[in-house]
């Protein structure tokens, strides 16, 4: 069933799903799909209380203005200036990274808490199980193309090496 059919997880209660609510504690993450009343019912609002500007947010975090005896310069790839940023909240270039690293830094750690990452390390699927997977699928294409010869004697010693491979997952 997809989220988007899901009926309410609340005490019988058969109304569609209009939130997806994960709470983590204790490192143990659970999760509820709630309709609006039984939300409400959680203290969860479903209504936005306002709208959410991010360039206003920025500009208010960005309030302060330039360190102390520096002025505010600019991009020296794409002339945009700090002031520009508070005002789109996008930088123009990756060079503006460089050119704002101070700024860019007290901001992250204002609105992050730190200007390093501190959260999961993303871990890319593991090359050696595609390696191995790959080469499953090639034994047993030989095995198929050995039967198929009548070769038994090769399919046997085939079907043995795929065993001992599936083995190890």
Known sequence: MSE?????????CTNPAVVHLTQVVNDKSS??????????????TTEPSQEFDVADFLA?????GPPQGKPLSSCGFCDLTF????????LGCPHCFTSF???????LNRIHGATGH?????????PAAADVDRRLDGLRRSLQRA???????RAATLRDEIRGHEGDE
């Open 4 to 12: 988007a059919q899901r009926e309410c997880d609340g005490r019988d």
């Open 31 to 44: 999760t509820q799909y709630l309709c609006k009343s039984c939300a409400e019912a959680k203290g969860i």
């Open 60 to 64: 208010q975090l960005g309030d302060q």
């Open 83 to 90: 002031d520009d940023f508070k005002k789109s909240g996008r």
């Open 101 to 107: 690293e101070s700024n860019l830094r007290r901001l």
């Open 118 to 126: 501190v959260g999961k390390v993303y871990l890319p699927p593991d």
């Open 147 to 153: 039967i198929e010869a009548e070769d038994f004697e």
